[in-house]
């Protein structure tokens, strides 16, 4: 058996990290996100039942291979439904959809102001909020998204600012708001694979939380690209007995602005400032009680596998030496961000009401 890492409950949603990629046959997985600096072997990808999203990014201490798997309710009660439509593979109870993407660029030639990675970053999000109407899941709460090369230009644009234009167009395109309440994302580089999402989405609304401390991302200034980026800050999310607390990718950014270019340790105690403010959010809205810090299950993305060591320090010392958090290498959509962190947290109180 794969050790968990960490498991979060919240009753009829929850996520583990393993060391291994996981129990397929396990009928409570919805699905999987796994990370390791080689590609998969087909017979782990190309599982049936299971989506699941490979990432090319090394980790940077641990085993090989991290997994994070999504859990329906558990025990399961009743059977998962699994299939493809598309690029897609997806998995759903009756609450929540798990579901990987990937789109090669390659399939698309440069058409007017329309590069390749734009165009496949539209299809994908059209594919996928097309899928979310057809299975009756109304709500995306998360989405993470991988683009490789992702601070590199080319058509005169920066290829994270081409992936904010097809997305923001398929939000569009297909009647979402781009402005209020939004999905939780991450959005980050890896060296090379085909632009890969994964998302979770639910049949109640969540409730989408901002950063006093940040410009909501779906308002910074034009300097950053002509479309904004579609994701809130979190999303709280309420299971049948407990919430979850979905905290988007978080950054050393304050008001819209990079903090403390080339320190390292300085960003990271920003960034934990930005999440101690959004899980500070959520815990005026929760109905549950108070997510705690310690309970964060981290992923930390970062830039420089030089830059770990002081990362893991500034982190333990911030939020405790027992904190679960997964280092993987990755690049961060801003040049001069040197790390961003995503977490989850969930309280798995009965508070019904
Ligand atoms: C930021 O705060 C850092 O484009 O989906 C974080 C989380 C970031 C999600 C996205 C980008 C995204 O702007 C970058």
Request: hydrophobic share 40%.
């Amino acid at each position: 058996m794969a050790e968990a890492l960490v498991r979060l409950r919240a009753d009829t949603l929850s996520v583990e990290q393993t060391e291994e990629p996981t129990a397929q046959d396990d009928p409570s997985v919805l699905g999987a996100l796994s990370f390791s600096a080689q590609a998969p072997s087909s017979d782990v990808s190309a599982h049936e039942a299971m989506p699941s999203l490979h990432v090319v990014l090394p980790r940077l201490c641990g085993g090989n291979t991290v997994c994070e798997v999504w859990h329906a309710r558990w025990p399961a009660s009743g059977s998962l439904t699994s299939g493809r439509a598309g690029d897609i593979h997806f998995r759903h109870d009756e609450e929540f959809v798990f579901g990987a993407v990937t789109v090669p660029e390659t399939r698309f030639a440069v058409v007017g102001d329309k590069t390749p990675l734009q165009q496949a970053t539209e299809s994908a999000y059209g594919q996928i909020f097309k899928q979310l109407e057809a299975l009756a899941f109304p709500y995306p709460l998360r989405f993470w998204n991988y683009v490789s090369r992702i601070n590199e230009h080319s058509h005169g644009r920066e290829r994270y600012q081409q992936f904010n234009i097809g997305r923001q167009e398929a939000f569009l395109a297909y009647g979402r708001d781009v402005q209020g309440n939004l999905p939780a994302a991450c959005a980050v580089g890896m060296d090379r694979g085909p632009l890969s999402i994964a998302f979770l989405a639910g049949r109640a609304p969540p409730q989408s939380i901002e950063n006093p401390r940040q410009v909501s991302a779906f308002e910074y200034p034009q300097q950053y690209g002509p479309r904004s980026p579609s994701f809130a800050r979190a999303n709280l999310v309420s299971t049948r007995h407990g919430e979850l607390l979905l905290v988007s990718g978080t950054a050393s950014i304050v008001g819209h602005a990079t903090l403390h270019p080339g320190d390292v340790a300085a960003q990271t105690r920003e960034t934990v400032r930005n999440i101690e403010a959004v899980v500070a959010q959520a815990n005026q809205m929760s109905r549950c009680g108070r997510f705690d810090l310690s309970g964060l299950a981290c992923r930390v993305y970062v830039r420089h596998p030089a830059d770990l060591v002081a990362i893991r320090r500034e982190l333990e010392q911030a939020l405790g030496e027992s904190l679960k958090a997964v280092y993987l290498q990755a690049d961060i959509c801003r040049s001069d961000l040197l790390l961003e962190i995503e977490a989850t947290v969930s309280l798995a109180t009965d508070c019904r009401n």
